[in-house]
C-alpha cells in the first residue's frame, strides 16, 4: 500500500505560479513513475504529466511549456510547477503512483496503482 499526500494548491491569479508537491510513502518510491492528473467540475479526470523513475517526462498538450514535474527520490517527493496559470486550470489536482504492472498507456487513469487525495488549484481571472 503506497499513500500520497498532495499539498500547495490554492487560490492564484491567472499569470501566476504555484508548485504542488506529493509526499509518498512508498519503501521503493524511486522505482515508481509518478502522475498528475486533474478534475475540473463537471469534468472527467484528465492527464496533466508524468514521470518516471528514470525521469522521462510527458506532458499533456494543455499544460506543455507553462508546467513541469520533478521528483526528488531522496525525500519521496514528487512535484508540479504550474507557471502560467490560466483560468481553465482550476481543478483538483491528483498525485498517483504507477508500480509497473498494469499495462495502459501513460495517460490514462488505470496504469496508475495508487491516488491521493487532491488538492484544489484555483485561477481567478
Known amino acids: 500500500q503506497v499513500q500520497l499526500v498532495e499539498s500547495g494548491g490554492g487560490l492564484v491569479q491567472a499569470g501566476g505560479s504555484l508548485r504542488l508537491s506529493c509526499a509518498a510513502s512508498g519503501r521503493t518510491f524511486s522505482s515508481y513513475a509518478m502522475g498528475w492528473f486533474r478534475q475540473a467540475p463537471g469534468k472527467e479526470r484528465d492527464f496533466v504529466a508524468r514521470?518516471?523513475?528514470?525521469?522521462?517526462?510527458y506532458y499533456a498538450d494543455s499544460v506543455k511549456g507553462r508546467f513541469t514535474i520533478s521528483r526528488d527520490n531522496a525525500k519521496n517527493t514528487v512535484y508540479l510547477e504550474m507557471n502560467s496559470l490560466k483560468p481553465e486550470d482550476t481543478a483538483v489536482y491528483y498525485c498517483a503512483a504507477d508500480l509497473g504492472y498494469r499495462g495502459s498507456s501513460y495517460y490514462s487513469q488505470s496504469r496508475y496503482n495508487y491516488w491521493g487525495q487532491g488538492t484544489q488549484v484555483t485561477v481567478s481571472s
Open positions: 514521470i518516471t523513475s528514470r525521469s522521462l517526462i
